[in-house]
């Protein structure tokens, strides 16, 4: 390692000369003498750091200079000659932590401390010792000055009481230690110029309205807090970090006036402290979002019971709107609707204007069925008793190739056999029995692809009712014309003309109706379209409500509920799907408040205790955990084979052991959760995991490993608890 060393006196004088009342310069010139171990003065160029300190030895790192050759400022030295600005390098706040912190410049360091010593460091080699730096011309020059900034004290304002007007060029401050007076008893106005000119701004006390007036655009960095209340005559109040009404004031309701030429116009924006709420008494305008994070928007919540309009604009001009149409009894959309979810009770309508008649609109309903279909057709011919039909392109994009495709044939010539042989999503291939060439129509029906496993009976979430049988009533009288048009009519005009049979009255469908329930016409259902059951039961008569094991029905007895047992045993029952209010994200079935063990066999059943990542309820169907992990997780596979058992208690835990812990039957009688979305299940019906999270269903050819056991009672439909032999196998 080369040893450095400094020789000589090291001056230490400030970098401009002593001029007389220069500004000082935020840098101080050290010059010095570089020698090698051997006394040789030497040449190049150095990395050198300079540290500023608060005392000779150990102390706080002040500041740090550093000139190096990585930052492209290396200290240039000829004949051992060093003469370098301290502070002209890269300068950064030192280690230490001090009251003024960040120091990044001389002035400030020399500004807080009156001993300041600087450490050098040439390279890696760091100079000792460190070097006193003293009072330097500049700040000697200080103490003895005439003038401040070349200016005599004339050309400064007075700060005590004076009778004359005073002027400043430049800003400036008044400071009073007690208070500040400004005008007479009654008023007083401060001004402003601009170059000398007198302006129309002005703050000013107004003793008449007993307020203080500005009367151009003001801004404030901080808070505005007015006890009274606050004006605004013109212009726009802008907050950029909040406005407070009445912060400390009582809890009561609180108004945002608006006058027009001094006179109230009666609108107002405010908050109801009775209605809770925020309220605009007339139109409200927003050209950005309008959110709420409330589960509701209520429109015209106490007013008449008419029309309600959501409108919708582009630039300025009306375009479409969303709309309770009160004499039609319906939401009217005025442009396409889409939407990804299911489309509620009734049915889905194609609906077109009459051609022929302005007053009458067309509406074909949309086939229901018990799954959702896709279909394409088309014509063909025979050549050789055989086609070959190409079928749309986009039909395989949404159609399943695996199951559910079937085909219909309609010859358009004489009486000929015709069959299909073969059907796909691409293609479609007719024969005849004769081998004869024949035109025909086709049509191809498959299951729409991701579809498959839709569930005809899902667990109630709302009220479904059935339209009432005077539904659409008005419209029929007052054009009885167009009841003939009607599916009711043509069909019983076909039975009497094809078969002989007159109208009937149709008592099983009326009881099936009277099963599902009808809607009233005119019942206003509580907030919220979805209405839970328990909340339809409140508005219906005591005889109407539902009891825990019946189905309650607009009219007439009530029933069993599909799936439950209608014996005086209470059934124990899922809660099923319910809405998370905040996203109205379908949750999965939790248990009801009916215990398990009040439907417990006696058998004699078989259980481990196990470790389950999450918490389980009694019923869970459970499966050894797939991670690896060496406990269990709540089944969610349609068929795993990693089965392992029905809960029978759950969620244990101690204070010593917070894991929880589960006990499992693996062999006996117990309840099961079951889904039978996936089928009816029979007693005697092998069962599996289904995708239901925790749920059996049927099984249907399983394969080894992945039975559950067999279902001991039925369930038609939805999900329950029924009695399950756990046979793991």
Known sequence: MMHLRLTAAITLVLLAGIAEAATPPDAVNYQAVLRDASGNPLDGNFDMTFRLFDSEGGGNEILVDEHLT?????????????????????????????????????????????????????????????????????????????????????????????AVNQNSVSAFSLVSQTDLYVGQSTAGTIYFKNDGIPTDAAIAWHGGNDRFEVNQSMRVEGAVTATGTLFVEQGSVVAEQGMFINPDGPDSSRHIYFWEDGIPTGESFYWSDVGDAFYVTDGFFATGELRTLSSQIVINDDGPNSNQDIEFYNNGTQTERFQWDNVAQRFEVSDDFYTFGALGADIKNFVQNHPHREDLEIVYTSIEGNEVTTFTRGSGRLIGGEARIQLEESFRYVTNPDIGLSAHLTPREAASILFVESVGTDELVVRSADGSDVAFDFIVYGLRVGYEDHPVYRTKRAEAFA????????????????????????????????????????????????????????????????????????????????????????????????????????????????????????????????????????????????????????GDVIVIDPLGAGGATRARETGDTAVFGVVIAGNDETDDDPALEASVAVSGIVLCKVDAAWGVIRPGDLLTTSPTPGHAMRAENPVVGSVLGKALEPLDIGTGLINVLVTLR
């Open 70 to 162: 990585s930052g492209n400022i290396p200290v240039a030295v000829t004949d051992g000659l060093v003469s370098v600005a301290i502070g002209s390098g890269d300068v950064f706040d030192g280690s230490g932590v001090l009251p003024g912190d960040p120091y990044t410049s001389l002035r400030a360091v020399f500004r807080d401390f009156s001993d300041v010593w600087v450490e050098i460091q040439i390279g890696l080699e760091v100079l000792s010792p460190r070097i006193n730096i003293v009072s330097a011309g500049h700040a000697l020059n200080a103490n003895s000055a005439e003038l401040l900034d070349d200016l005599d004290s004339s050309q400064f304002m007075r700060s005590d009481t004076s």
């Open 467 to 618: 339209p009432p049988l005077d539904h659409f009533e008005a419209d029929l009288s007052a054009s009885p014309e167009l009841r003939s048009h009607t599916a009711l009519h043509r069909y019983r005009e076909m039975n009497r003309d094809a078969f002989g049979k007159s109208a009937t009255p149709m008592p099983a469908a009326l009881e099936l109706r009277e099963a599902i329930g009808m809607r009233e016409l005119n019942l206003d259902y509580p907030r919220g379209s979805a209405v839970s059951v328990r909340e339809m039961n409140r508005l219906a008569p005591d005889s109407e409500r539902e009891r825990d094991d019946v189905g309650i029905t607009s009219r007439g007895e009530a029933g069993p509920l599909p799936g439950r047992h209608a014996s005086s045993e209470p059934a124990a029952a899922l809660s099923g799907i319910s809405r998370d209010e905040g996203t109205a994200a379908i949750s999965e079935p939790t248990r009801s408040d009916v215990p398990v063990e009040s439907r417990r066999s006696d058998g004699a059943i078989t259980d481990l205790r196990i470790a389950v990542d999450r918490a389980v309820d009694p």
